[in-house]
């Protein structure tokens, strides 16, 4: 910036602080965090599955006790209608001849037999035909456990709460140089003034804007992804209070410290935050703040997702 005879130049520098080492302290412990639930879910899913089996292996063994009962009251009811079948023979044999009444009893036992008969093989085919039905095909068959729309209920519930999430903050230093030109511009009337300034940028997600679309089921390899947006600068907080004050070097001929009119410190103000915004909306830092967003949603999100099932695992993405 300069104004009539002042020259202001600043360039903002990130610095490392207490916050810094702190984000990337968190930062790794949360990756950590990550792999140990996706670990735990791959155990959850481990059991799940050891115990359908299990329950199938169960049901399968009490259909088999049951087709052996059914296969047993079966023969027996062959074994009951050959005994009535050579009881009526051997009776028309011991007459030696057939009579009318013979016929008739032999005719009866028959039929009722045969009755029996039907009734156990009508019986045996109904049973066969509600277990066909009942029974899904190994090749058909889904992977069981909860609805995409129990997790979008969910997560959706969480996303309302979150409008501007800080996943990121970054503190800066702003040296910046005022020159207060002279009597023509001559050096001996110069007099230059270094200052350092500080701030800190804060950078932000929104998560209320997340809706259903944003948010997709994977029952196949048990994930539940949400899109997120990217994060953003919010706003910049400038630290006067740290601000730091060089001696004033002067020409030969200059007198006094440099004095700055309003409108030379709104112009000076403008420069300093116009320089901290330049350097935190630079990519390096911009891609950090995402690789913290990633982070500080899945911690927010996974929680969530594993109440609902703790067989799935939560993975966050950028909506674009």
């Known amino acids: 910036m300069s104004k009539d005879n002042i020259k202001v130049e600043s360039k903002a520098e990130i610095i490392e602080s207490d916050k810094t080492r702190e984000q990337t302290k968190d930062a790794e412990a949360l990756r950590k965090k990550k792999q140990k639930a996706s670990e735990e879910a791959a155990k959850a899913h481990e059991k799940a599955e050891a115990e359908k089996r299990e329950k199938e292996e169960a049901e399968r063994l009490a259909k088999a006790e049951e087709e052996k009962l059914a296969a047993q009251k079966e023969a027996k009811s062959e074994q009951i209608a050959a005994l009535a079948a050579g009881a009526a023979a051997a009776a028309l044999k011991n007459t030696g001849k057939i009579r009318w009444t013979d016929f008739l009893k032999g005719a009866l036992i028959g039929l009722l037999c045969g009755m029996l008969i039907a009734y156990f093989i009508l019986d045996r ?58 009597l023509g511009n001559l050096a001996i009337f110069s007099k230059v003034k270094d200052v350092t300034y500080y701030g800190t940028g804060v950078y932000t997600v929104d998560l209320s804007k997340i809706d259903a679309k944003h948010i ?9 992804s949400i899109l997120i947006p990217h994060a953003v600068l919010q706003y910049v907080n400038p630290d006067l209070s740290r601000t730091e004050f060089q001696d004033t070097e002067k020409g030969w001929l200059a007198f006094g410290d440099i004095k700055l009119t309003t409108e030379e410190s709104n112009e000076l103000e403008k420069s300093v935050m116009s320089a901290m915004e330049e350097r935190l909306n630079q990519d390096d830092l911009l891609i950090q703040a995402d690789e913290f967003a990633v982070l500080k949603t899945w911690e927010i999100f996974q929680p969530i997702i594993a109440s609902v099932s703790p067989e799935y695992t939560v993975e966050m993405e950028f909506s674009e």
């Open 216 to 224: 997709r089921t994977d029952i196949f390899n048990r994930t539940v």
């Open 125 to 182: 085919m109904y049973q066969n035909m509600i277990n066909a039905q009942t029974e899904t095909p190994v090749e058909t068959e889904e992977p069981s456990g909860p609805s995409s729309v129990e997790f979008e209920e969910a997560v959706l519930e969480a996303a309302s709460e979150h409008s501007e999430l800080i996943v990121m903050e970054q503190p800066l230093s702003i040296p910046t140089t005022i020159t207060k030109s002279g």
